[in-house]
């Protein structure tokens, strides 16, 4: 991800939305605009990581990990370890990070009473 990318100004909209929290970490509060406005973004940034690496179209690419879920031709024949990488690639867009960014952090700094 490159500053003042894609994402980042996804983020920042977010924010001014009440989608998300940039302060004191990112935070996603809006779960379907995760998947609605940022995960299409995310998708981009991974496809342009998996691109090199895989021979799978970035069309191809871009549909499976994004919010179409179809698994083209392409990659029904990948080898074994390009498979697991993309498939982990879309379980992280998917599953991994809305949770993690779904997380408030407290930090505790012992000044106040729980």
């Known amino acids: 991800h490159e500053p003042g990318g894609r994402v980042e100004v996804l ?5 001014q939305k009440h989608r998300a929290l940039l302060k004191p970490h990112p935070i996603v509060l809006d ?3 995760y998947f609605k406005v940022l995960l299409p973004a995310l998708a981009q940034e991974l496809v342009r990581f ?3 690496r895989t021979p799978v ?3 191809e690419l871009l549909e499976f990990l994004g919010v179409g879920r179809r698994c083209g031709t392409t990659l029904r024949r990948l080898p074994d370890g390009e498979t697991k990488l ?3 690639g879309r379980q992280v867009l998917h599953s991994i990070l809305p949770h993690l960014l779904s997380l408030s952090h407290r930090v505790r700094y012992g000044l106040l009473d729980e």
């Open 11 to 15: 983020m920042r909209e977010g924010e």
């Open 31 to 33: 779960r379907v605009w």
């Open 50 to 52: 998996l691109s090199p």
């Open 57 to 59: 179209p970035v069309g």
């Open 86 to 88: 993309v498939t982990l």
